[in-house]
């Protein structure tokens, strides 16, 4: 059974940093692509940043690129969002998933292409 997990969100000031990090478990994930979304109350699940696990290959949604990088760790199983220059409107849940890139395109951002999802950690940024 798949499982994964999100850690590292927190409460920080404008301008800071956070690292998210991502436990995945349960299947090899060398077909898969792991991606980054984030939900604030009211508003619909956004699309952050994905990583193909093959071979690394990244991209962003347009919110935080420039500001974020998206990696992972082969040996642990392990997928990292490092958040940096943070502001007030990066408030908001931030979800891990993962897909099947025999089913989905690396680069299709929708979240009903991925099939499996964390339950999330708030990142709660103050003014």
């Known amino acids: 059974q798949v499982q994964l997990v999100e850690s590292g969100g927190g409460l920080v000031q404008a301008g800071g940093s956070l690292r998210l990090s991502c436990a995945a478990s349960?299947?090899?994930?060398?077909?898969?692509?792991m991606g980054w979304f984030r939900q604030a109350p009211g508003k619909e699940r956004e699309f952050v940043a994905a990583?193909?696990?093959?071979?690394?290959?990244?991209y962003y949604g347009s919110s935080v690129k420039g500001r974020s990088t998206i990696s992972r760790d082969n040996a642990k199983n392990m997928v990292y969002l490092q958040m940096n220059s943070l502001e007030p409107e990066d408030t908001a849940r931030y979800y891990c998933?993962?897909?099947?890139?025999?089913?989905?395109?690396?680069?299709?951002?929708?979240?009903?292409?991925?099939?499996?999802w964390g339950q999330g950690t708030q990142v709660t940024v103050s003014s």
């Open positions: 990583i193909r696990w093959s071979d690394g290959s990244t």
């Open positions: 998933a993962a897909k099947n890139l025999a089913r989905h395109y690396f680069n299709d951002d929708r979240p009903t292409t991925y099939d499996y």
């Open positions: 349960g299947r090899p994930f060398t077909s898969y692509a």
